[in-house]
Each structure stands twice: as C-alpha cells, then as structure tokens.
C-alpha cells in the first residue's frame, strides 16, 4: 500500500490510483540500482503533496509579483538558509524545476549565445546540458568537449587544461552523469582560473555525498555549483544552484524572470525538509555507506569478471563494460530488469557500438543503501547479476524468473519508505 495513503485518489480515479499502487509495489520488490534514483521519506512525500502547489509566488522572498505571500516567504527562506548552512554557501536558490533548467540558468547568466563552454563529452560520462549536439547548450553555443583517459578511464587535467588553454571557454562544467571517480575540484578550479573561466561544479549524482561528507565539496574552489535535489541527496524532484556572493544576482535573475515562472512551492517545501534530513548524523551515515556498499560491489563484480571503468568506483556509481561477458548492454539491462534488478545501459568510453545500444551499463547503490543493505548482501547482488547475465546469454527464463523471487525474498526483509505491505 502507497504511504501516505490515497484514499481520495482511489475513490475519484481508481484507474490512476491503481498505475500508483501497482508503481509502489513495483518499486519495494525491485533492486533499484540506476544511479540516479532513491527512495525520499514519507516526510518529503507528505511536503510535496500539500495545498502549497496551489500557490503562485512568482520572484523571491520580499520581492513576489502576487500577494498572500505571508506564508511561502518562511518556506523558501527555510530551504533556501538550510541550503547554505548543509553546504556552507553565500547564495542558494532553490527554485529550478530540475537539473537541466538549473543548468540553463548557468548559460543566461554568463553567456552570450556563440560563446564557448567547456564540458565532458555525454558518451565520456557528462550530462546533456553541458554542451552535448542534441542539447539546446550544444546548438545555441559553442562546447567544447573533454574525454576520459583511454588507459585509466578517468579525467586527465592536463588534456583539460590543454584544450582550456586553445579554447578559452566562458563557462567550464565539471561533473557528470557516469563519473565513476573522485572530481578534482581544486584541479579543475586552477584550470579555470587560468583561462579566465567561470568553474560550475555540478554536483547532481554526487549532492548527497556530499552533504553527507563522503565526497570532497567544490564549494571554495567552484563560482556556481547546481545540483538536483532527488539523486543521493534524497529529496523531491527539482534542483538548486549555489553561488559565491558575488554571482548571486546573475543567478537569480536567470532563474527568474530569465527562465521560469512560478516557483513549485510544494517541491520547495518538500526540498527544505530532505536538506532537514540531510543535516542529520544518519544521513552521514547513509552516504558513507553507500560508498561502502558500491566498493563492496565492484570488487565483488570484479572477481565475477566484470570490466569496471577506471577499474572500480571512489562514489556510488558504477560503470561496467559487459564485451568480455559476451553481452551488450541493452540486452544485459533487460534481462537483470526481469530479473528484479533495475539499472540502465549506458556507453563506456570509446565505445565501438551504437548510443541506443552501447556496450555498457550502469549501476548505483543510493537506493539499496536507503533500503537498509550493507556490504554483507554485496556479493549476492553481485552473484545474481552475473547469473542473469548468463542466464539472458542462454535465453534462459526460468533462472531469471528464480533471481526476481529471491531478490523480492531478500527486499521483503527490508521496509520501503512509501509502501507499506498490505
Ligand atoms: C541528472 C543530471 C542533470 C539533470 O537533471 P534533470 O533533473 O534530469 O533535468 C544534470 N546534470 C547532471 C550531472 C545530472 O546527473
């Protein structure tokens, strides 16, 4: 049963209230492991379904272009301080629908359409909005783009520097959406210094390693950092950039009027909340052990004969090239989903096959840490993804229709936030 209940819902719309239900049943017997996804509270549930969506309250707190502000202005005051006080920032603001238009903001504040920005090629592990083709950021303006090492598969800050240095980029992004690795944010912060560069660290994946101090913080070393809120760092959809002091208005105005209209006062609400959670010593621990739990994993897929990018994993992320498995990634991706393990295919670096079916796939722990799994279930998760694999390789259902029931067997041991068996 969906918690909070829906009582309502299934009265006025049963149809709909059914798709949630079954949604709900669906994800307390899966192993979610796509790396960008976990389970918030029943707190941040409840805050994101309240009368607050109600409420238009375009501008900022002091500053709205409607009345009966009386109350939205201590809600987005309330995520906006503890925004800063979890990350130790001058500025934050919380009002970006998502990730990619927090990242847009970035580009109407600093940039002039035509002008050069520097980011990590998507297929290497950077995001869209960091200047990819299909991306308006790669039609509007100029990207130039950095790789990962073909030896060590990871970033190599001299061929940063290099290419900062022949390209001049405006804006230079740092972080990703398949970065197995460390960012070195002083590194990158030099090289930006250098060319004259704005540095934005976005910190999607990693916002909750962050807070939870399981991953070092670009703040000092990045002018802008955004993030969306509902990755590690466990909180409704929706993003957040944070600034120095002096990018604050730039910043503000981009969002707003620049970008967007009313704010989602219902997400800023259920945002200020998971920021509460966030600051708490559980969630410490947490982040540390979904750490644990992805280094446990990769050594364990490892010894499996898995190929791991950059040979394991510093965060929560894993990225795994399945050709030795005789497998692409696609397939792979399938076959674990019916299996009860749940994470995406996704291109390795240099990749010899195509985007929509890559050679890779792509692996997180956040979610299975919030669930309550330690690094002692690692190797079985492990053993169950490589049997899957073999399994998929010998059109053999049955074996994968036994791993979906042992893994429902094991989650049963482990309460879901917003599900409550019946
Ligand atoms: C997820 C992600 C985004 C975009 O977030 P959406 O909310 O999906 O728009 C941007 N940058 C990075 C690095 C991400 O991982």
Not at 20 to 45: C, F, G, P
Not at 197 to 212: E, N, P, Q, R
Not at 227 to 237: C, V
Not at 356 to 383: C, N, W
Request: net charge negative; glycine share 8%.
């Amino acid at each position: 049963m969906h918690v909070p209940s829906i009582p309502h819902l299934t009265a006025e719309d049963p149809d709909l209230a059914a798709l949630v239900e079954a949604e709900a049943t669906r994800q307390h017997d899966k192993l979610r492991m796509i790396a960008s996804e976990n389970y918030v509270s029943e707190a941040v549930l409840e805050a994101s379904s309240t009368v607050l969506t109600n409420k238009y309250s375009e501008g900022y707190a002091g500053r709205r272009y409607y009345e009966g502000q009386q109350l939205i202005d201590p809600i987005e005051t309330l995520a906006v301080d503890r925004a800063k006080s979890l990350f130790g920032v001058d500025h934050a603001n919380v009002q970006p629908y998502s990730g990619s238009p927090a990242n847009l903001a970035v580009y109407l504040a600093f940039l002039q359409p035509g002008d050069t920005v520097m980011g990590m090629s998507l297929p290497m592990g950077g995001h869209l909005t960091h200047g990819w083709s299909v991306s308006a950021t790669g039609k509007w303006f100029n990207p130039v783009r950095y790789a990962v090492d073909r030896e060590t598969g990871r970033i190599d800050l001299d061929e940063v520097r290099d290419l900062a240095r022949a390209e001049r980029p405006k804006v230079i992004f740092c972080g990703g959406t398949a970065v197995p690795r460390t960012i070195d944010f002083p590194g990158f912060a030099a090289i930006a210094r250098e060319v004259g560069a704005v540095l934005v660290a976005d910190i999607a994946h990693i916002a909750g390693l962050i807070a939870g101090g399981a991953h070092p913080s670009p703040v000092g070393h990045a002018d802008v950092i955004t993030t969306t809120t509902h990755k590690t760092l466990r909180g409704p959809r929706g993003a957040m950039i944070m600034t120095t002091a002096e990018h604050a208005t730039a910043i503000d105005k981009a969002v707003f009027p620049g970008l967007q209209g009313g704010p989602h006062n219902h997400t800023t609400a259920a945002i200020a909340v998971a920021l509460r959670e966030a600051s708490t010593s559980e969630f410490r621990a947490y982040a540390h052990q979904v750490v644990a739990n992805a280094a446990a994993l990769a050594e364990a897929l490892t010894e499996r004969g898995f190929t791991l990018i950059s040979g394991g994993t510093d965060n929560h992320l894993i990225l795994a090239d399945l050709t030795a498995k005789g497998i692409a990634g696609k397939p792979a991706a399938q076959a674990l989903d019916r299996a009860g393990i749940e994470l995406n295919y996704n291109t390795v670096p240099f990749d010899t096959r195509k985007p929509f079916d890559p050679s890779g796939i792509r692996l997180g722990t956040p979610a299975l840490t919030t669930r309550g799994l330690t690094e002692q279930h690692m190797p079985q998760v492990a053993a169950w993804m490589d049997e899957a694999v073999t399994a998929a390789l010998k059109d053999d259902e049955a074996s994968i229709e036994r791993i979906a029931g042992e893994v429902r067997d094991l989650l049963a041991g482990f309460p879901m936030p917003g599900y409550r068996a019946a």
